[in-house]
């Protein structure tokens, strides 16, 4: 499950189911890798994230560990600045 929350809203944090069946932003079915969408977020706010994954015997963990104290952060439209902090680009 991917947790996510926008500095423009005031409802929260959002919850979007995370896929490894080739829907949804999943590229390829089964790879082990994990995928949400959320929807296009407006230039300029920051969008906060953390990820809680549950396996079949509900063992569960979230990233970052800590979350969500603390949180992933990425800002829509901010310029890429060659060898500094990966960037997300993207449509929406």
Not at 74 to 86: A, E, L, S, W
């Amino acid at each position: 499950m991917l947790w996510y929350r926008n500095d423009t809203t005031s409802g929260g944090t959002v919850s979007a189911n995370m896929a490894d069946d080739g829907t949804g932003g999943d590229q390829f079915a089964n790879d082990g890798i994990y995928s949400a969408t959320i929807p296009g977020q407006p230039l300029g706010p920051s969008s906060h994230s953390h990820v809680q994954a549950t396996d079949t015997s509900l063992a569960s963990s979230k990233f970052p560990n800590d979350a969500p104290a603390r949180e992933c952060l990425v800002r829509f439209g901010d310029t890429f600045i060659p060898g500094g902090v990966p960037a997300i680009t993207g449509s929406g």
